[in-house]
């Protein structure tokens, strides 16, 4: 069965993570699939818009932790979800996220690239890394600290604490909150109407908008990931994917 679903509603792209039994964690290859669909979105003129949503109870459970560990004799796999970083980063066209239930590690951090967020009322948020012996990546150490300031960001991703919806629209995270039922619906009509207002607009607004730090996310999302990769090594972060995967 596909991990990544695809589907046009109009000129919107919606990427449907479909892992829902392990809570749409990301394997290696659902990145490579979610950067091929949007270089592919970004070169189609008649898409607009990118909807990311997902299958089940949760958005995303992170990425998925037996990657974690065989990537550890690998150096040259974490480069997959550096790329994916890259590409979603620079992604020139609205992305919008629909996002309800679990939304861990990237599950979170890649809301920092998304230009809406839509959330279910029963949405739950948490950055890990540390407690798991790693590092924030994603550049979220560079945009947390801009967007709610050192003591909120220290919190969320050096402490990890969890927030719920309601503080992830306090925080500037999420831009909306529904209830589940009227999720999907709610972030389609936001995507539609986007979708149909002047593209080149669209897109030279959001261009402006990020160039200014895109250049430092690019830098960010590398170094980030150096120091990740030498954690992911660490004896610290192996015991803390062991004690998950026994669990
Ligand atoms: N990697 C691999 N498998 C994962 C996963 C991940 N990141 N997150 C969840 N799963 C799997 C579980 O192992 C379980 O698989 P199983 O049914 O074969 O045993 C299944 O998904 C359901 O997860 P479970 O933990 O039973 O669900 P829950 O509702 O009790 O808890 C979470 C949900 C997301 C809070 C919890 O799964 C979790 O903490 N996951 C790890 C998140 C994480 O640390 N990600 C990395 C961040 S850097």
Wanted: charged share 20%; proline share 4%; net charge negative.
């Amino acid at each position: 069965m596909a991990t990544v679903l695809t589907e046009k509603q109009g000129s919107v792209f919606e990427i449907n993570l479909n892992r829902p039994d392990k809570k749409n964690a990301l394997t290696l290859a659902m990145y490579v699939e979610m950067t091929a669909l949007l270089k592919q979105a970004a070169e189609d003129p008649n898409i607009h818009v990118v909807l990311f949503r997902a299958q089940g109870q949760s958005f995303c459970a992170g990425n998925d932790i037996s990657d974690f560990v065989s990537a550890a004799h690998n150096p040259n796999i974490l480069q997959d979800v550096l790329v994916f970083l890259h590409t979603l980063a620079s992604f020139p066209k609205p992305i919008i996220a629909a996002v309800h239930g679990d939304a861990v590690g990237i599950g979170t951090t890649m809301l920092l690239h998304c230009d809406l967020v839509v959330s279910a009322d029963n949405l739950r948020c948490k950055m890990p890394f540390v407690q798991l012996g790693l590092i924030p990546e994603g550049a979220s150490t560079l945009l947390f600290p801009q967007l709610v300031g050192h003591r909120h960001a220290f919190e969320l991703l050096v402490e990890g604490r969890s927030f719920d919806a309601i503080k992830a629209e306090q925080l500037g995270i999420v831009n909306q909150i529904t209830e589940p039922d009227l999720l999907l619906e709610t972030a389609r009509n936001r995507a539609k109407k986007l979708s149909d207002s002047p593209v080149d607009s669209v897109i030279a607004a959001k261009q402006l908008m990020k160039a200014e730090t895109l250049k430092s996310v690019h830098q960010v999302i590398d170094s980030e990931g150096a120091l990740f990769y030498q954690r992911l090594l660490s004896e610290e972060a192996q015991k803390a994917f062991m004690a998950f995967l026994q669990k």
